[in-house]
């Protein structure tokens, strides 16, 4: 039971971290195309998909009571931008040697990954696991 519970928070998380991506990207994309500058573009396409991010996983990933949403919304932004920095600093380094959209594309992995566990462990912990 535990295993089939943890595999559908993976599945649920993996399909919101899907419909983020996409949304990140493309406003990530469009404003670089509008000639904003790459790292304004970044921060407001991870603050758009974070703002996503925290109402889908609260209300239907890991389905915590209404009654937390103050404290999880003070801990899941504060995780978020943990996780943004981390992908950040990963963004600038490979800006180093390659151009913003690769530079994108290689840091991408960081967030969602460090961002699961801080979600699992910390923003929406069930402690039925």
Known sequence: MEKKKELTYILKYSLVGICNTLLTALIYSIMVFFGINPHLSNFVGYGIGT???FLLNKYWTFKTPSNHAITECGKFFLSAFVCWVAQWCVFRVLLLGVNE???FIGAFP????????????????????
Do not use: H, M, T
């Open 101 to 103: 959209y690769w530079a």
């Open 51 to 53: 703002v996503n991010s």
């Open 110 to 129: 960081v967030y969602p990954l460090f961002n699961y566990l801080a979600n699992r462990i910390f923003v929406f912990k069930d402690q039925s696991i």
